[in-house]
Each structure stands twice: as structure tokens, then as C-alpha cells.
């Protein structure tokens, strides 16, 4: 089956500092991506959807300056986490659609701490 | 705007017991609904989807439209179907998740 990667898996980066995840859709092109967040024994909370070579969708309550969303090709999107404070620590996963399919891949998710 | 609703954080049988995972959704349109598996320290994965009207890993799950349900079953559990289990609704370009259910099958 179609296969997503994200990298790194984990990351521990400095407060203050900023961290790129990358999501890549190794098999199909990924005209839709999503990318989520999961706290501990919670649910995914979706937090953006972007589409290629436009700006992302964030959802409510997500702030488009500090987690900078990038669809810049049909294989890959990076979500960039700015000024990284300790509660933005967490389980970071993205997801994909092929163009004109309905079946969503997820990826392996990114843990990310801030010290 | 779209709604899962998972009732059940938690869900413990026993081996070889039936299992029914709840799912209710609200949504106006006709909706696409999906069941994904969590597996621990695994990456989230589909599990079945409502169009395909499959049976995984003896798992299935019917759409009542009347009820606005999606409710998961297995009439046997087995202690490898631990796990944590997200109903979703998918329309447009969004995947709602529900808060997910957590099933512990002891032996």
C-alpha cells in the first residue's frame, strides 16, 4: 500500500528555538496533506490541511505563524514549529491523500519535546 | 459542521468475548465513515471503511443512517485486538477523528 514517511521520528530541541518536520508521500503524490496533533491517550486534533502550492487551512485555535505549514511539491510537506516552547511538546503525525482518491495514509508521527 | 462522538474511553473483555466499539456521528451530508487501529508504538492505520463493506481481521462495521451510527464488532475478541481504536468521518477535504476507544482484551 501507498506508504507516508515523516522525519525525523523524534526530535528534543531548546525553548526558543524552531524544529521542521518533514512529511513525504514515497509512492503516490499527495495532492492533499493534513497534518495532526495527539496528546497523550487523546485523540488527533487536526490542525492544518494543505494543498500544493497553495497556503495551508489552519483550523481554529492553531497559530498560522507559529507552526508554518509548506506544500511545496506533491511528495512533501514540512510543518515548521517557531519559537518552540515546552507545551508545544508532543506527537506530531501527517497524512495524505493521492489526487482523487478518498483513502487517507498516515505516517508514523513525530514526537517532539521541548527542554 | 461534522461530529464523532466515541462514548467509551475504555473497553475491557475478555478473550473470545464479543466486542462493539460505538461510534455515533452528526453530519448533514452523506458522509464517508472510517474505523483506524492504533496499535502501541505503531503508526495509526486503516482498519475498514464503510463503502468497502469489508470484514478485517474479523472486525466489521455497519452505517445505520437512521441511528447516525458506525459501530465496530468482532464476535470473538483475541488479546492481539488491543488496542486504540478512532471512528472517523471524512467529507470534503476534512477527516474528523472521534476521541477514540480503547480496547483491552484479557486473557
Known amino acids: 500500500g501507498a506508504v507516508v514517511s515523516q522525519h525525523p521520528s523524534w526530535v528534543i530541541c531548546k525553548s526558543g528555538t524552531s524544529v521542521k518536520i518533514e512529511c513525504r508521500s514515497l509512492?503516490?503524490?499527495?495532492?492533499?496533506m493534513f497534518w495532526y496533533r495527539q496528546f497523550p491517550k487523546q485523540s488527533l486534533m487536526l490542525m492544518a490541511t494543505?494543498?500544493?502550492?497553495?497556503?495551508?487551512?489552519?483550523e481554529q485555535g492553531v497559530e498560522k505563524d507559529k507552526f508554518l505549514i509548506n506544500h511545496a511539491s506533491l511528495t512533501l510537506s514540512t510543518l515548521t514549529v517557531t519559537s518552540a516552547h515546552p507545551e508545544d511538546s508532543s506527537f506530531y503525525i501527517c497524512?495524505?491523500?493521492?489526487?482523487?482518491?478518498?483513502?487517507?495514509?498516515f505516517g508514523e508521527g513525530s514526537w517532539l519535546t521541548v527542554v | 459542521a461534522q461530529r464523532v462522538t466515541q462514548p467509551e474511553k475504555l473497553l475491557s473483555v475478555f478473550k473470545g468475548a464479543p466486542v462493539e466499539l460505538k461510534c455515533n456521528y452528526s453530519?448533514?451530508?452523506?458522509?464517508?465513515l472510517f474505523w483506524y487501529v492504533q496499535y502501541s508504538r505503531q503508526r495509526l492505520q486503516l482498519l475498514l471503511r464503510?463503502?468497502s463493506r469489508e470484514s478485517i481481521k474479523g472486525f466489521t462495521a455497519d452505517l445505520n443512517k437512521g441511528e447516525t451510527s458506525f459501530h465496530l464488532k468482532k464476535p470473538f475478541a483475541q488479546e492481539e485486538d488491543s488496542a486504540m481504536y478512532y471512528c472517523?468521518?471524512?467529507?470534503?477535504?476534512?477527516?474528523?477523528f472521534g476521541g477514540g476507544t480503547r480496547l483491552m482484551v484479557k486473557p
Open positions: 497524512s495524505a491523500r493521492a489526487g482523487g482518491g478518498n483513502t487517507i495514509y
Open positions: 509512492d503516490f503524490q499527495a495532492t492533499t
Open positions: 494543505s494543498n500544493e502550492g497553495s497556503k495551508a487551512t489552519y
Open positions: 453530519y448533514s451530508g452523506s458522509p464517508e
Open positions: 464503510h463503502i
Open positions: 472517523a468521518l471524512g467529507a470534503g477535504n476534512m477527516l474528523t
